[in-house]
C-alpha cells in the first residue's frame, strides 16, 4: 500500500503552523534518535526547548481564578500564598457559621418568636475577591498588631463585649464599598486608642474618650458628630505615636495609596522593596 | 516533646557561642536576631554535608517557636532571601566550590521537604529546585560522581513531591537522565548505576520494588 502512514489530525494541522512541539507522549511511535544516538531531523520532531523559555511570565493555578504575577522574591511569595490558605479556611468556616446560624434562626422562628435581628448575609452576598480580601485582612493585621488591641483583648473577653461600646473589627466577608470599609478600619482603629498602654511622659492623646461606635455600620462618610470630627483630627497624631508590636510588614505596593501603611512603616523597608 | 537535643538538629558541628545562638532561638526567639540566626545556618549549610541534610528540621522549629512567640516570620523571611541569594548566585557557587555547592542543594531540598505552608510545600521553592536538579543533569556534572550523588538522593527524598508539583518539569529532568546515562561515555560505574537506579525507582512509583532492592543494595547488607 502506498499510501502514507495515518498521522492524528492535530500533528497534521500543527505541521502548518510554527507552533511548539506537542509532548512527547504523543510521538509514541516516532522516535527521537536514531541507533548511533544522532538526533533525527530538527523539522520531524523538532528539539526539547529549554526549560527556561517555556516558563511563562504569569500563569494561572487552579485555586486562583485570574494570572498571577511571577513573585520575584521567594519569601513574599511564601507568605502570600500562606495568606490565602488562610483565607480559604476562614471563608470556609465563616460560611458554615452562616449556615449554622440560619438553622438556628428558622427554628426560633418556627417556635412562634418574632426575631427582631437583621437576616444574615446569605452567601451568595459574600465578598470573595481574593485581591480585596488580602487588602482588608492586611489593614486587619495593622489593627491588631497594636498593644491597644492586645490590652483590649486580655481586658475584655468576647463574650461579655457590649455592641456599641466595645469595638468589634469590621467583618471582611461582607459587601462593603471601598470607602465604607475604609472608613469602618478607621474607626475600629481609633476605639482601640482607648486601650493605649499609658505613656510616660502626660500628653493629651490620653485625653480621648470611646468613639461613639454606632457611626460604625454606617455608609457615609459625612455623617460627622463632633466626637467623631475631634477623634479623626487626633487620629492623625496618634497613628504616628501609637505603640505597636513588632510591625508586620508587606512588601507589596497596594493599588491605592495606602497612608496608613506609609506613616507606621520606616522607609528604609522601601528601598529594600524590588 | 521535651527540648531538644543537640544531637536532634546535629548542632554538635557548631562552635560553643553559636551553639548557644541556636538554642535560644529555638526556646525564645525574640531575644535574638534571628536574620543573623538565619545567614548562621545558610553559612554553616554550604560547608558541613552533614548539617545540610538535617537542616531543615531544625529551621522548621524556629519558624514555628517564632510564630507562636511573636506571630511574626522574620527568620523565614531571613532564610528564604538568603536561599535565594545564593540560587542566584549558584552558577559561580558551583565553579568557586563544587562541594559548597552541593551542600546547597542539598540544603535547599531539605528545606522544600520540611518547610510547609499549611500543609502545603512552598510553591516558591518547586521551580528553583527543579533549576537546581536540572543542573545536576547537565554532562559536566553527570561527570562528577559527587554531583550524580546529590543528583539521586534528592530525587530519592523530594521527588515524588516534586513531581506532584509539576509533572512535565519531572519528565523533562529524566529526559536528561536517560540522555545522560546512555549517551555519556565518561561516567564511572557507580554513576551509571545511581543513575539507572533512580530510573527504576520513578518508574516503579518512586518505590522500591523487592527486585530493584535486592539488586542494587543486597551487596550493602552483607
Not at chain 1, 176 to 197: E, G, M, N, T
Amino acid at each position: 500500500m502506498a499510501c502514507s502512514p495515518r498521522t492524528p489530525p492535530s500533528y497534521r494541522s500543527r505541521g502548518d503552523r510554527d507552533a511548539s512541539p506537542p509532548p512527547p507522549a504523543r510521538w509514541s511511535l516516532g522516535r527521537k534518535r536514531r541507533a548511533d544516538g544522532r538526533q533525527r531531523a530538527e523539522d520531524a520532531e523538532g528539539p526539547a526547548k529549554p526549560a527556561d523559555c517555556r516558563r511563562p511570565d504569569s500563569f494561572t493555578t487552579p485555586e486562583a481564578p485570574k494570572p498571577r504575577p511571577r513573585c520575584a522574591d521567594w519569601a513574599s511569595a511564601v507568605e502570600e500564598d500562606e495568606m490565602r490558605t488562610r483565607m480559604n479556611k476562614e471563608i470556609a468556616r465563616y460560611k458554615r457559621k452562616l449556615l449554622v446560624n440560619d438553622c438556628g434562626r428558622e427554628r426560633k422562628s418556627l417556635l412562634g418568636s418574632c426575631g427582631s435581628k437583621a437576616p444574615c448575609a446569605a452567601p451568595a452576598d459574600l465578598e470573595t475577591d481574593e485581591s480585596v480580601l488580602m487588602r482588608r485582612q492586611k489593614q486587619i493585621n495593622y489593627g491588631k498588631n497594636t498593644m491597644a488591641y492586645d490590652r483590649y483583648i486580655r481586658e475584655v473577653p468576647r463574650h461579655l463585649r457590649q455592641p456599641g461600646i466595645h469595638p468589634k473589627t469590621p467583618n471582611k466577608f461582607k459587601k462593603y464599598s471601598r470607602r465604607s470599609w475604609d472608613q469602618q478600619i478607621k474607626l475600629w482603629k481609633v476605639a482601640l486608642h482607648f486601650w493605649d498602654p499609658p505613656t510616660e511622659e502626660g500628653c493629651d492623646v490620653q485625653e480621648i474618650h470611646p468613639v461613639d461606635l454606632g457611626e460604625m455600620e454606617t455608609e457615609s462618610a459625612e455623617s460627622s458628630s463632633e466626637s467623631q470630627a475631634s477623634s479623626q483630627d487626633h487620629s492623625f497624631d496618634m497613628y504616628e505615636g501609637t505603640p505597636t508590636k513588632v510591625r508586620h510588614l508587606d512588601c507589596h505596593v497596594e493599588d491605592e495609596f495606602d497612608l496608613e501603611a506609609c506613616l507606621t512603616e520606616p522607609l528604609k523597608d522601601f528601598a529594600a522593596m524590588s | 516533646m521535651g527540648e531538644p537535643g543537640r544531637e536532634e538538629y546535629r548542632i554538635q558541628s557548631f562552635d560553643a557561642e553559636t551553639q548557644q545562638l541556636l538554642k535560644t532561638a529555638l526556646k525564645d526567639p525574640g531575644a535574638v536576631d534571628l536574620e543573623k540566626v538565619a545567614n548562621v545556618i545558610v553559612d554553616h549549610s554550604l560547608q558541613d554535608r552533614v548539617f545540610s541534610k538535617e537542616a531543615g528540621r531544625m529551621c522548621y522549629a524556629v519558624i514555628q517557636a517564632e510564630s507562636k512567640q511573636a506571630g511574626q516570620s522574620v527568620f523565614r523571611r531571613g532564610l528564604l532571601n538568603r536561599l535565594q541569594q545564593e540560587y542566584q548566585a549558584r552558577e559561580q557557587l558551583r565553579a568557586r566550590s563544587p562541594r559548597g555547592w552541593v551542600c546547597y542543594v542539598t540544603f535547599i531540598c531539605n528545606i522544600f521537604d520540611y518547610l510547609r505552608v499549611n500543609n502545603m510545600p512552598m510553591m516558591a521553592l518547586v521551580n528553583p529546585v527543579y533549576d537546581c536538579l536540572f543542573r545536576l543533569a547537565q554532562p559536566d556534572s553527570l561527570s562528577e560522581e559527587e554531583e550524580v550523588d546529590c543528583l539521586v538522593l534528592q530525587l530519592h527524598r523530594v521527588g515524588e513531591q516534586l513531581e506532584k508539583m509539576n509533572r512535565q518539569r519531572m519528565d523533562e529532568l529524566f529526559v536528561l537522565i536517560r540522555d545522560g546515562f546512555l549517551l555519556l561515555t565518561d561516567l564511572s560505574s557507580l554513576a551509571q548505576l545511581l543513575l539507572l537506579e533512580i530510573i527504576e525507582f520513578r518508574a516503579a512509583g518512586w518505590k522500591m520494588t523487592p527486585a530493584a532492592h535486592k539488586y542494587y543494595y543486597s551487596e550493602v547488607s552483607d
